[in-house]
């Protein structure tokens, strides 16, 4: 493993130059099981090392504790990184499992001023819709965030999980730097109408879980029988029962591309991510996450792996064979309104 730097892209047209890799932040405090604090700042500190500068969480992750862990890191390096994060996801007082979907005005205000202080920063560089509530207007809502921006809070504005419709909409309001959603080798739903748009407007796609939530690493084969009681993906119909022994057999191309690569399973589903910058035609930056130094190694090395048109070939038929849908309420994706 060499210590070169992964290369870089732009979000959207004006948006930041970021290390065309970043990293997704939530497990160090939240949904994966237990938590290493120790490891986990290490694993921030090898990631900016090896460049990658777009950080990731969400003041839904751990009840705003993500936005608390990470804001010593944030300082110590505010001027080398992006600080991504993102509202939507009410949590009531008194029900810490459920989550409300709000994007009214007075919530955005509200969430913005308390991942400010819990961040400990003057400004957040990428502000995100986390989830859409069908029942405001998307307009209102990048109405709201923009003005944000035009009060200097916010640097940024990114939606995540929207359809093309929306995006569009969106982009007539403000620009838009950014779509995160779920995009790898088992979740290709966007490449139908959200991809097209993203590049029609300028839009950088930044996908989140592109190892399958772990599942494409081969580190687990069956949630119910190898994750703790705690984890979210024992939640996640891909990743249990029937649904998680036909997945499990669709990892054999990936580990072929893997051997004759030299690479891990999950490089090459990383590659795979990657590459589709080249093949769609737009900025790609995954932010896979992870809470061991060793791993964010082998993920940027990922960076540096071009598949072959035969093994891409062989890859395509992977995510029209996987069982189960991303979630067990889909109606919360983009997927589940196109």
Not at 25 to 47: H, I, N, Q, W
Not at 52 to 74: C, H, I, Q, R, W
Not at 129 to 142: A, L
Not at 279 to 300: D, F, M, S
């Amino acid at each position: 493993m060499t210590d070169s730097r992964i290369p870089t892209a732009r979000l959207g047209e004006n948006g930041p130059e970021v290390g065309v890799q970043g990293l997704g932040c939530m497990g160090m405090s939240f949904a994966y099981g237990p938590v290493d604090a120790k490891a986990s700042r290490a694993t921030l500190e090898r990631a900016l090392e090896l460049g990658v500068t777009l950080y990731d969480t969400a003041d839904a992750y751990g009840m705003g504790e993500n936005e608390k862990f990470l804001s010593p890191f944030f300082k110590a390096h505010r001027d080398q990184l992006v600080i991504a994060t993102k509202f939507a996801l009410s949590i009531p007082p008194d029900e810490p499992t459920r989550r409300v979907i709000r994007n009214d005005a007075p919530y955005i205000r509200q969430a913005a001023e308390a991942s400010l202080k819990r961040l400990d920063v003057d400004v957040i560089d990428l502000y995100y819709m986390h989830r859409r509530d069908v029942n405001v207007p998307i307009e209102e809502t990048v109405a709201t965030m923009a003005e944000l921006v035009r009060e200097g809070k916010v640097r940024h504005l990114g939606l995540s999980e929207v359809t093309a419709g929306e995006l569009r909409a969106a982009q007539a309001v403000h620009p838009i730097a950014a779509v995160q959603s779920e995009w790898s080798l088992f979740s290709r739903d966007i490449e139908t109408n959200v991809v097209p748009a993203a590049r029609e407007l300028g839009v950088a796609l930044v996908p989140y879980s592109p190892l399958g939530r772990g599942f494409l690493t081969g580190s687990f084969t069956n949630a119910d029988n190898e994750l703790s009681a705690d984890d979210f993906r024992r939640q996640q119909p891909r990743f249990t029962g029937e649904n998680a022994a036909a997945n499990a057999a669709l990892l054999e191309p990936v580990r072929s591309v893997a051997e004759a690569h030299g690479a891990s399973p999950g490089q090459i589903a990383l590659a795979w991510v990657q590459q589709r910058a080249a093949v769609h035609g737009l900025p790609v930056v995954p932010i896979p996450g992870t809470r061991k130094p060793g791993r964010v190694e082998e993920n940027a090395a990922a960076t540096r792996i071009v598949l072959t048109e035969a093994e891409l070939a062989l890859l395509e038929p992977v995510a029209a064979k996987v069982a189960g849908d991303r979630y067990a309420d889909m109606s919360f994706s983009s997927a589940g309104r196109e």
